[in-house]
């Protein structure tokens, strides 16, 4: 006898269903879209200190991870461009405050829940 096979929603549309909320609150709250270019180096230097410790925190389980593309993936570099390129000095990067309220992240699930969390924001930046 042949099983009936329902259709399986993907969990990410799941994942993005149930935080939808949180994404509209957090939209609301930050000036994604400015003109005024200190705000912006603001947002941008607030994104570098994030994303140095918690890209260095995920070096490791997500590098391992076959087919990541963990280099491909990082946002560090091009945040410091675009900082060099809003007139910030290397001394002034380095000089930035970092994050310290980081996510425990040991194993590969640890890694892929954090990378979806930063990749769902990678892709709501592109649809914007």
Known sequence: MKT???????VHS??????????RRLDARLPFFTTDIA???????AYYGFYLPFEALLAEPASN?????WAQRLKTPTLKQDLLALGLTDAQIA???????????????QALGALYVVE????????V
Do not use: F, K, W
Not at 95 to 109: D, R, S
């Open 14 to 23: 799941d994942l993005r269903a149930a935080t939808s909320h949180l994404h």
């Open 95 to 109: 000089a930035l405050p970092l994050c310290q309220n980081l996510p425990v992240v040991e194993t590969h699930a």
């Open 39 to 45: 705000v912006y180096r603001r947002i941008m230097q």
């Open 65 to 69: 991870i076959p087919g990541m593309g």
């Open 120 to 127: 769902g924001a990678r892709s709501e930046e592109r649809r």
């Open 4 to 10: 009936q096979q329902l259709p399986v929603q993907p």
